[in-house]
């Protein structure tokens, strides 16, 4: 049984940091694409980044430099790290599972499995 969840959010001042975690069951991530995903008040949900099984990683323009997608697959845990934060990060973010190695882009049709997500404030 696929579980994905989600921990680590918070509220958090601009420019302050918060890491991100996202423990999986029932499967090893590091056999798979894995992303992070993040849905604002009122705005579709959008990619942030995503790591191939072969350690290739990706990041929106809006995060990079910022946010570092890791795993640790000895942990089966998912974590993003986010430093520099800004208001404009504030959403809702989940992880997600593709059903293969690597990572196509961030269409949400693409990911087959989701947490429920961990809300992260900037103010």
């Known amino acids: 049984h696929v579980q994905l969840v989600e921990s680590g959010g918070g509220s958090v001042q601009a420019g302050g940091s918060l890491r991100l975690s996202c423990h999986t069951t029932?499967?090893?991530?590091?056999?798979?694409?894995m992303g992070w995903f993040r849905q604002a008040p009122g705005k579709s949900r959008e990619g942030v980044a995503s790591l191939d099984n072969d350690g290739t990683t990706n990041y929106a323009d809006s995060v990079k430099g910022r946010f570092t997608i890791t795993q640790d697959n000895a942990k089966n845990t998912l974590y993003l790290q986010m430093n520099s934060l800004k208001p404009e990060d504030t959403a809702m973010y989940y992880c997600?599972?593709?059903?293969?190695?690597?990572?196509?882009?961030?269409?949400?049709?693409?990911?087959?499995?989701w947490g429920l997500g961990t809300q992260v404030t900037v103010s």
């Open positions: 997600a599972r593709r059903d293969g190695p690597y990572c196509l882009g961030y269409s949400e049709a693409e990911y087959h499995y």
């Open positions: 029932g499967y090893s991530p590091s056999n798979y694409c």
